[in-house]
């Protein structure tokens, strides 16, 4: 994890969470996420609806320049990337594990912007099936926030926080892709 609240997060939902396999949603005290609210969300489990905001902070609704509570989540994503994201977010509720993602905020007339992802679960009413915990943050805060929105984001690498509980989560290695080795060729030189 790259961003500080990326790590602050976790850190405080691995707390929260003890032997558990989540915390509950009546756990989290926004006191003590207080520095990393403005990065933070809570997502209501819901796949027709597209997993809609039920919060959102302040600095991650800046990115977009607009609020985001009730806004489905997925329809953040470009296109190519609304099909990992589902599966993504199904797997954190399904396997009970966190990950982080890079991504790249993309605007209408600046570079894209880099930016870190944490998806966490929450547990609620019994279930893992009701809340997903993340933050959304960008890995350097550009001097056009808040005033050029992103209006996309396309996905970059992921990787599971908790593979050895959830190893599904962990991104299959190509068969295919064989690894370049080191070959050795007589002759060299001659005097």
């Known amino acids: 994890m790259k961003h500080p609240s990326s790590r602050e997060l976790f850190r405080y939902w691995t707390t929260l969470r003890g032997s558990r396999p989540a915390p509950d ?3 989290l005290d926004p006191g003590a996420l207080r520095k990393i609210l403005g990065d933070s969300f809570i997502l209501t489990f819901d796949s027709r609806e597209g997993f809609p905001f039920r919060l959102a902070g302040t600095r991650m609704c800046g990115l977009f320049c607009r609020e985001l509570k009730a806004t489905p989540f997925v329809g953040l994503w470009d296109e190519e990337s ?6 993504l977010l199904g797997g954190v509720a399904e396997e009970a594990a966190g990950i982080v993602a890079g ?3 993309i605007t209408a007339s600046e570079p894209p912007l880099p930016l870190e992802l944490v998806l966490l679960p929450l547990a609620h009413r019994n279930s893992l099936h009701e809340r997903l915990l993340g933050m959304l943050a960008p890995l350097q805060s ?5 005033v050029d929105p992103v209006r996309a984001i396309q996905i970059g690498t992921f990787r599971n926080l908790t593979p050895r509980i959830a190893p599904s989560l962990v991104p299959a290695s190509d068969p295919e892709r064989r690894r370049a080795r080191l070959v050795v060729l007589e002759g060299g030189r001659s005097r």
């Open 82 to 87: 609304r099909a990992l994201v589902r599966a």
């Open 142 to 146: 550009p001097y056009w926030l808040g």
């Open 103 to 105: 991504a790249s905020g």
């Open 25 to 27: 949603r009546d756990d």
